[in-house]
């Protein structure tokens, strides 16, 4: 694990002696152009993005034993959605693939040198690993990027988090230099050479771009990090485009071993909480009266005691952010295998993985709406229909989203369960749905009513039709009269009679559909008995009237 420059140890009872950080960014994926029915993992070959065959679906001898732990801490639904069903099997060579999740590593990165602040010494975190998650008939993909460090101090691990996982700055100050976000990253590889760096100090390229797409600008480094990912409002060619769909902070998750963590303040933990920034340790960042229920609401203080395996343990969740803070000498706390650490890494990342993707799932759906009413025109019969088809795949989507990938509880063991209820209740995850559900029933009643609507104009018209032409078949074909004899004229001559007779009933009821609606609004009131026989005249009349036809 690459360390900050800094070799001896400080007895700082607050310093972090291990610290892994989590990235999970959702991004909705664009409709692939000119492809259709290419899987967007399918663009991924050449890049350096390649499929990364985990420990459920490769060697068996790969699969260890905080897999196992981590597989029969979910519920079977959720079991199903992780890891698919069945053993490994080959097909021609190919691997087929139970999970409807799909997951592509790249291993050319090896660490980011950040700059937390101007003035700040540089701080080197060794990248664990970098991976890209798509989901089966779901137009997402969740960037996921974890990195770890040795021997940190507590503020510097507050302004990690709090500046490193943004997409692009927020704004400048008075002498250019981005806010809230870091002074400077740069990915490195394996020689400790420089790949890419962050441009986040060039406002006049965020400035003009949103000027002239309406739509955020990624910043530098993490742009040439999702390569060949494409920022759909951007000039850059690339067939795999995504749009930003949730805030441009990243959901972020981190693990502190601290020397002691009882040494820590109140302040402190709602900074890391809220994930707030460094500061005053014996300020609170936010007024006694927001944060008089912090505990309640943000902290599960289960293990935060003396007595245990893993004492002095808290866990923070926000939604947001999801921290876990313990006794760095504490062997269960840092244990890879079976310890806090190893759940961290699995169990609880899979937890939040799974919370953000439903939530950036039904958002997508809720834009899909948006954009499907956007580009309705009603006087456009293409567009009319484009819509309808639009809804109806949202609807048919939501659908198999729900019978896969929704969720209400996803484990019975007590610290997940209570985890997953804290994050996803911030989270807001149950009103999103039925807000959206409810959205997409009310687009799926109106092409109902309006095919119904559609199909009564239809026998309305037919049965007028069929009303007016009764009379004539009924005067023609009274006692079998005919009213020419032409049963013995030559064949040419029936054939001319006959097309003038065809041309004529086809101009007719060509016609009678033509003023159907009227036509039938007039057997309306002629049914009705207490029109009178003038109201009944007026509404024949009406008929031949101009404007009104449908």
């Excluded at 519920?75 to 021609?92: A, S, T, W």
């Excluded at 007016?468 to 020419?484: C, D, E, K, R, Y």
């Amino acid at each position: 694990m690459t360390q900050q420059d800094q070799s001896s140890p400080s007895p700082d009872p607050t310093r972090v002696r291990h610290f892994r950080q989590v990235l999970l960014w959702p991004l909705r994926l664009m409709p692939v152009r000119g492809a259709s029915g290419t899987k967007p993992w399918e663009l991924l070959a050449g890049s350096p993005w390649h499929e990364e065959v985990d420990e459920y679906t490769g060697d068996t001898g790969r699969f260890h034993e905080r897999h196992y732990n981590e597989f029969v801490t979910f519920l079977p639904y959720v079991q199903r959605f992780l890891y698919g069903e069945g053993r490994y099997r080959r097909n021609g060579g190919n691997a087929l693939h139970g999970s409807p999740m799909r997951v592509f590593r790249r291993n050319d990165i090896a660490a980011v040198r950040l700059t937390p602040r101007p003035g700040d010494a540089p701080v080197t975190l060794s990248i664990v690993h970098v991976d890209l998650y798509f989901f089966l008939d779901v137009d997402l993909v969740l960037f996921n990027l974890e990195v770890g460090a040795d021997d940190l101090s507590l503020e510097q691990v507050q302004e990690l988090l709090y500046r490193f996982g943004r997409g692009y700055p927020p704004g400048w100050d008075a002498q250019g230099r981005p806010l809230h976000c870091l002074a400077d990253a740069e990915w490195l590889d394996a020689q400790g050479q420089v790949l890419t760096r962050s441009d986040a100090h060039q406002r006049d390229a965020f400035l003009s771009h949103v000027a002239q797409h309406r739509a955020p600008r990624i910043a530098a480094h993490w742009a040439a990090m999702l390569e060949p990912l494409v920022p759909d409002h951007s000039d850059e060619p690339g067939p795999l485009r995504f749009r930003q769909i949730e805030y441009y902070r990243m959901p972020v998750m981190a693990y502190l071993a601290v020397q002691d963590p009882r040494a820590l303040t109140r302040a402190d933990f709602v900074r890391l909480g809220l994930v707030t920034g460094s500061g005053d340790a014996r300020a609170l960042p936010f007024s006694d009266e927001h944060l008089v229920d912090f505990e309640q609401r943000f902290c599960y203080d289960r293990f935060w005691g003396p007595g245990g395996a893993a004492p002095n343990t808290r866990y923070l969740c926000s939604g947001h952010s999801l921290v876990v803070v313990g006794q760095a000498d504490s062997v269960l706390y840092g244990c890879r295998d079976r310890g806090v650490l190893a759940q961290f890494r699995h169990q609880h990342f899979l937890l939040f993985l799974i919370a953000h993707f439903q939530k950036a799932a039904l958002l997508m759906y809720s834009d899909k709406l948006v954009e499907a009413l956007r580009d309705l025109d009603i006087q456009s019969a293409d567009s009319v229909r484009r819509f309808k088809r639009a809804i109806r795949n949202s609807f048919e989507g939501f659908l198999r989203f729900t019978h896969r990938y929704w969720f209400h509880e996803i484990s019975e063991q007590a610290l997940v369960r209570a985890l997953w209820r804290t994050c996803a209740g911030h989270l807001d995850l149950d009103a999103t749905y039925c807000e959206v559900k409810e959205r997409i029933a009310d687009m799926a009643q109106y092409l109902e009513s309006d095919s119904l609507r559609r199909q009564a104009n239809t026998v309305v018209r037919l049965t007028v039709v069929t009303i007016f032409g009764l009379i004539g078949t009924v005067t023609t074909g009274f006692l079998g009269m005919n009213l020419l004899a032409e049963a013995d004229a030559s064949l040419s001559r029936r054939l001319t009679i006959f097309a003038i007779v065809f041309v004529l009933t086809t101009i007719l009821t060509v016609y009678t559909m033509v003023k159907s609606k009227k036509l039938s609004d007039f057997l309306d009131v002629l049914s009705d008995e207490r029109a009178t026989a003038w109201q009944k005249c007026l509404a024949f009349a009406a008929v031949w009237r101009r404007g009104g036809d449908s």
